[in-house]
């Protein structure tokens, strides 16, 4: 087993419990589209794309063109939600300064938001500008490019590296870039059986209750 030298986290979902928070604003905002039961039903299994992959497959099903300000307007809004009501995870705090791992954040979010999450998460002094962040590299997650971006920049090889995800993007993300992955689902958004993809999608461990990460990740860097 490698040694361990850096933590990553993802930010919403796992250090502000956001991501319930852009489903209600991205279902607000395609309702004055297509009706509310039928949307519902679309959007059954769409948790972990990304959200022009979303908007993509609306268009798609009920054959419409929702225009080029769409996705603007929508991320906009989202970003205006979030920091008004977005709380954060339960005991994350604690956690993370607890660990005694340099810490970096990898986000699909852009560099602002990830900063005003950590600010009222209380964390921003234990990331301490570790931050990176989707307007940061070519290709969002799934892409590998901004966990790679983390460990080259925090000049740790990948393999080095434990990251915290809860969806599958992330998870891909991170996998794709050679970390080993603990899976979150703790977070107000997680469908039930949750913790059973992210295990099919390779995380070595799962904790629904961040009073647990310290334990998890003990156990990765010391088991064999």
């Known amino acids: 087993m490698p040694r361990t030298e850096l933590l990553i986290s993802d930010c919403d979902g796992v250090i502000v419990d956001s991501e319930i928070i852009s489903h209600r604003v991205l279902f607000e905002s395609l309702s004055a589209h297509v009706p509310a039961q039928a949307l519902e039903a679309a959007l059954e299994g769409t948790f972990g794309l990304t959200t022009p992959s979303i908007i993509d497959l609306i268009e798609k099903r009920f054959d419409l063109q929702l225009g080029a300000d769409f996705e603007s307007d929508l991320r906009r809004l989202t ?28 986000s699909n979010s852009r560099r602002h938001n990830v900063e005003a999450s950590l600010r009222r998460a209380g964390l921003a002094e234990r990331i301490a ?14 892409a590998p490019d901004v966990y790679l971006l983390a460990a080259e920049r925090m000049g740790v090889a990948p393999g080095h590296c434990i990251v915290i995800e809860d969806s599958p993007t992330g998870v891909l993300a991170a996998r794709t870039a050679g970390m080993r992955v603990i ?42």
Not at 91 to 98: D, F, G, K, Q
Not at 183 to 189: D, V, Y
């Open 79 to 106: 970003e205006q939600r979030v920091a008004a009501e977005a709380q954060p995870i339960a005991h994350v705090r604690e956690a993370l300064i607890a660990i005694d791992l340099p810490l970096a954040v990898a």
């Open 183 to 224: 899976g979150f689902t703790g977070a107000s958004h997680i469908p039930e059986g949750h913790d059973r993809a992210l295990r099919e999608l390779g995380v070595s461990a799962v904790v629904s209750d961040m009073r647990e990460l310290h334990s998890a990740i003990a156990g990765l860097m010391t088991s064999a």
């Open 129 to 142: 500008g570790n931050i990176f962040s989707a307007d940061m590299v070519a290709a969002p997650k799934p």
